[in-house]
């Protein structure tokens, strides 16, 4: 099986947490779940073809969590709306769950009752270092990475309180003098580690 290697993890402030939103309205009536269906795209996305060694977990409202996964993933397109059907079929999925108990929608995504610091504990488990992404932080272009890494991102809205206790002791990197947007955030990186991959450029 394709080992993941990258993993995002976004933080919701304002998302759905029940599946009864209109896929007509993404920016309002959803909770800007326009910016996690552009995450989407960028963690996974190719020109041809779709990451397999990426994971990316969207982390809504504190209390409800969705996981995707390169490796197994099907469906995914570039349109939003499509991808905001898939992300409403995990949030359907999960409304009967057990607390702790991912829950299958579609192939590739899952959804649990859970918050932030079971998404750090589970990827701490499985050997990533975390990283958050973050203006004010060490410039990715000197920072050196191991072989599994996640970064912590968050939406339109900075982190809260509860957010910097679940993040705290991590690594905060930049990408660069400005703030940018969550997606955006994702593509940078997914570039940096490319390019250093394709061993086109290096750690100054």
């Not at 993890?9 to 009536?29: K, Q, R, Y």
């Not at 905001?84 to 409304?95: E, G, H, N, W």
């Not at 958050?132 to 932080?137: D, F, I, N």
């Not at 599994?148 to 690594?171: C, M, Q, V």
Request: charged content about 25%.
């Amino acid at each position: 099986m394709i080992e993941v290697k990258r993993a995002f993890v976004v933080l919701s402030h304002t998302g759905p947490m029940t599946p009864d939103f209109p896929l007509a309205d993404l920016p309002g009536s959803a909770g800007r779940l326009d910016i996690l269906c552009r995450c989407a795209t960028e963690a996974f996305l190719l020109s041809h073809g779709i990451r397999r060694d990426v994971r990316l977990y969207f982390v809504i409202r504190g209390k409800l969590l969705v996981r995707l996964e390169g490796r197994t993933i099907r469906y995914l397109n570039p349109d939003e709306r499509s991808t905001a059907a898939l992300i409403r079929k995990a949030i359907a999925a999960a409304q009967g769950a057990r607390p702790g108990e991912w829950v299958p929608s579609t192939p590739g995504i899952h959804a649990r009752w859970g918050d932030l610091a079971h998404v750090r504990e589970e990827l701490e488990g499985e050997g990533f270092s975390p990283y958050v992404l973050e203006e004010g932080g060490d410039f990715i272009r000197g920072v050196t990475f191991p072989a599994r890494a996640a970064f912590f991102l968050s939406d339109h809205r900075d982190f809260t309180p509860e957010d910097r206790e679940a993040l705290a002791g991590l690594p905060r990197i930049s990408l660069g003098p400005h703030s940018l947007q969550a997606q955006t955030c994702i593509a940078l990186v997914h570039n940096e580690l490319d390019l250093r991959e394709a061993g086109w450029t290096s750690v100054t």
